[in-house]
């Protein structure tokens, strides 16, 4: 039986981004989406990390990985991959977990396609490759700089410019995953040896965080690349006032408030409490409005709440369901300190930026339009024992 590792290398140490492995993407620290991204693949045995950090080692272990400790002299900012990846395979062995086949992953690289990497381990466990690498096609003109500061072309003919339809394309290492077989790599002393293979992935999952402008792409895209995933969570907690609603109000010369909600939002909240799953809404402001929609919704609410994280969390003690269990959909700035403290951060499709930022997921709907329907269609997807 071939053991297959997926090791990723996450030291606490980075300059221009501090803490960058435990940034969060989506909601998600770039470190656990990693992890599960290699522990949804076909054929991973163990993921394992690789750290000199407590907190990441502490956020690694609470996602499922093995971690092992990485010596300050493998940590710096001049230590490499290889000696990371060589040090955590003779840990493991003496641990008597010897690898035989590893994917080398990078936690700075968020959208790691888990399908890839069982491609990869695949290619290489057939034998038809020895080390194998993600990358993208790429139809691009590439040119450098000669010593004199002039344009040289390097993949092209510049006095000939063809159609993309009459070219070969190349392929960009996006530095998301490699895979190679352990013995491989101890004799060549790093990951490329052998016969050499490319696993092709959407140009999509090629962004790679090393700076803030990258990190900031990441998490304006991050909700968007969702796709339609199942939602498994245990609660599901809203906020009001553009979630249930258009956030808009129609007020009357008495001052009275009227709302539009929607009907089909209703009918989903009607199917969540079937399968049993609780539910509460959150409101900032106090209203007759929103109680008399909790209450023909038949859920909890609780109003008037400035800090809804530590709300949410004394609700979520008292009914014994943990925060990494638990789906939060807001929509706007007020509602952000919660969704960074549940484990699915979900964002209507009009949030404001700063929401949709921070969410796993940003669904189609907009607020009022059938967001908390989509949202528990999504959680209902889910298997659950009966």
Request: with cysteine; charged share 25%.
């Amino acid at each position: 039986m071939t053991r297959v590792a997926a090791i990723i290398p996450a030291r606490g140490g980075s300059k221009q981004v501090p803490r960058k492995n435990l940034s969060r993407v989506g909601g998600v620290p770039l470190i656990v989406r990693a992890v599960r991204a290699a522990a949804a693949a076909d054929g991973v045995d163990v993921v394992v990390v690789t750290t000199d950090d407590d907190e990441i080692a502490a956020v690694s272990a609470a996602a499922g990985a093995h971690v092992v400790r990485r010596p300050a002299e493998l940590s710096g900012d001049t230590a490499s991959s290889e000696s990371a990846l060589l040090h955590a395979l003779d840990a493991l062995e003496g641990e008597q977990m010897p690898v035989d086949l590893v994917v080398f992953v990078q936690a700075t690289s968020p959208f790691i396609p888990s399908e890839g990497i069982s491609e990869a381990i695949e290619l290489v466990r057939s034998g038809r490759c020895d080390s194998v690498f993600s990358a993208h096609e790429t139809y691009g003109f590439l040119w450098a700089r000669s010593e004199d500061g002039a344009a040289v072309a390097v993949n092209h003919d510049a006095a000939h410019r063809p159609r993309r339809q009459d070219r070969e394309p190349h392929h960009l290492e996006t530095g998301a995953f490699y895979a190679f077989t352990a013995d491989g790599f101890r004799r060549a002393g790093h990951r490329f040896f052998g016969r050499i293979g490319i696993v092709e992935v959407p140009e999509w999952t090629a962004v790679e965080i090393d700076d803030a402008q990258h990190l900031a792409v990441a998490s304006a895209v991050a909700g968007l690349v969702s796709g339609s995933e199942a939602i498994d969570v245990r609660a599901v907690v809203t906020d009001f006032d553009g979630v249930h609603t258009d956030d808009t109000a129609l007020v009357d010369s008495e001052g009275r408030e009227f709302v539009r909600v929607s009907r089909e939002d209703g009918m989903g909240v009607s199917l969540l409490r079937r399968a049993g799953i609780p539910m509460l809404i959150l409101s900032t402001e106090t209203n007759p409005v929103v109680r008399a929609r909790a209450e023909k919704l038949r859920v909890p609410v609780l109003q008037g709440i400035d800090d809804k994280q530590a709300a949410l969390a004394d609700w979520a003690a008292e009914n014994g369901i943990a925060l990494t269990d638990i789906a939060y959909l807001g929509n706007d700035v007020n509602d952000v300190s919660a969704m960074r403290s549940v484990g699915w951060p979900v964002a209507v499709a009009d949030a404001h930026p700063m929401v949709r930022s921070e969410a796993r997921v940003v669904l189609r709907a907009a607020g009022g339009q059938g967001a908390v329907r989509e949202l528990i269609e999504r959680v209902l997807q889910v298997d659950r024992p009966r």
